[in-house]
């Protein structure tokens, strides 16, 4: 008898699977707005009954037998390398053939040498931040599908010297929320790395959609970068197989529990590595400033609810024992500095997308140094902040991609007197801005939370001195683009100011949803996410101001 949770994750991994197989098959719009319609409301319809269900009945693991998933997985992992190897050696890319050659062989050593022997059963995990996570990309993930049936087809129409690949595009979206659920509910590191595979594969085919020169190029920068980490990651997984001949260490709740965190060092090492270049931390910062080539729906889909949050909840979940190691210091040092760099980067851009790019990487950069610290408040503080950055972040590139449709531009000059022109868009445009660093919405307070883990960190001052001089810079950038939307036109438009109503459904409920994670943030912090730290930190009650440090 399967649980009703089982059930639930089945659905999940599965739906989107099947959507993108039919997407792949059927040409016709009305068929396409069919299946992402409906397997949208089926992903988070599941995702809110899947939280809901574990929440209420306390239920923190799900069991099943699957005896052929491991090879399953080994076949998809290697599948991955050699579509990434023959595309480098078609486009003559000499960096990403070697990177995919060497992956190929990790893998191939992980899997033939005997060093990894898996149970049949697998456990999946359903941990408060992993079902924070499921509703991120249940919910989010599946409204950015709903707006790129608008998006796409008003893309096709103005971008005549791109063809029409529409039925690849939404199969490699569905195909990439498959790989994040993957990701968030897995507790074991080699389906991880399995899930972590597809997710590189699909942002690099999402990027080099238009497969113009600058397409490809960027594409194949945030191939090779990701590469790396996927190295690192699959480097993890031989080394502690081979330190533990019955790869119990592989289990992540095992890795977590171990006594002598001195002697997971290197693979904690390796691991961190990994997330950085998931989250496009300096120096791999890069490839996601060259993904903004891509249409809006991919971008969208980056930022806010895979790829670079798949790179943050890697470091979040390994938070607890970065934190007890030079590993931790040295992440944190990584992700603050790119918090300020990117931050001051971003002051001098006038295009929209880089604006957001820049503000992604560096709020990606405080979770980084949240997650490096690892202390009990620190972690609350990077869960925050993705909750808050993943709501947020895709209202604003939502409307941008709308904006630009509408006014012909996506240039942040360009914008004025918007609420007048286009003020739907300009409604929901405020309060994405807002909710990036205004009171009371919930940036602002997670950056209140980070500067109380902070204060007890080691070179604590170190860090509060650097959040403080980075949230001054995002201050005028997001101050400036605010109020470029209330300043008056010389001479109005005229522009048509209706939305398709697949952008204006998701972009709405998606502006909704950043006022009630505001609202619900006292919830949201004291029944989720302190429990969660709790779990690592049994003394701590998240007590002391907002929190404890």
Known sequence: ???????????????????????????????????????????????????????????????????????????????????????????????????AVVQAVLLLILEFSGIVHPQAEIVLTL??????????????????????????????????????????????LFLFLTAMFGIVLSSHLMMLLAFWEVTTLCSFLLIGYSRTSEAITNSFRAVWMNLIGGIAFTGAVIYLAQMNPEASLLSIPNLLAVDNVGLVTIPLALIALAGITKAAQMPFSTWLTGAM?????????????????????????????????????????????????????????????????????????????????????????????????????CLLFLCVGAVEHKIGSRDIEDMDSLLVRQPV????????????????????????????????????????????FGSAFTVFFWTKWLGKLFMRMAKPTGEDSRLNPSEKISIVVIGILVLLACIGFPVITGLVIVPYAAAFYPGYLGASGLFAA
Not at 431 to 439: D, E, F, H, Q, T
């Open 1 to 99: 008898m399967y649980s009703p949770e089982l059930i639930m994750i089945t659905l999940l991994l599965l739906v989107p699977i099947a959507a993108a197989v039919l997407l792949a098959l059927f040409k016709p719009d009305i068929i396409r707005n069919i299946i992402v319609t409906v397997s949208a409301v089926v992903l988070i319809g599941t995702s809110v009954a899947l939280a809901a269900s574990a929440w209420s009945n306390g239920i923190t693991v799900v069991h099943a037998a699957i005896p052929w998933l491991w090879t399953a997985l080994f076949l998809v992992e290697f599948a991955v390398a050699v579509i990434i190897l023959c595309l480098a050696v078609k486009y003559k890319k000499p960096l990403a053939i070697i990177l």
């Open 127 to 172: 941990s408060n931040l992993s079902l924070i996570m499921v509703l991120i990309i249940g919910i989010i993930g599946s409204l950015i599908c709903v707006y790129a049936l608008g998006y796409m087809k008003d893309y096709a129409a103005h971008s005549h010297d791109v063809p029409d690949r529409r039925r690849y595009f939404f199969a490699i």
């Open 425 to 468: 868009l300009a409604v929901m445009m405020v309060v994405g801005i807002a909710g990036m660093y205004l009171a009371p919405f919930g940036m602002l307070i997670s950056k209140w939370a980070a500067i109380e883990a902070f204060i007890n960190a080691p070179l604590g001052c170190v860090f509060i001195a650097i959040l403080a």
């Open 293 to 393: 080539v891509a249409p809006t729906p991919v971008s969208a889909l980056l930022h806010s609810s895979t790829m670079v949050k798949a790179g943050v909840f890697l470091l979040i979940v390994f938070a607890p024992l970065f934190s007890q190691t030079w590993v931790g210091i040295a992440l944190a040092f990584v992700g603050a500095f790119t918090f300020l760099m990117t931050s001051a980067l971003a002051i001098s851009q006038s295009n929209a997308k880089k604006v957001l790019a820049y503000s992604t990487i560096a709020n990606l950069g405080l979770i980084t140094a949240c997650a490096g610290i690892g202390t009990p408040a620190a972690i609350v503080a990077a869960i925050l902040l993705t909750i808050f950055h993943a709501v947020a972040k």
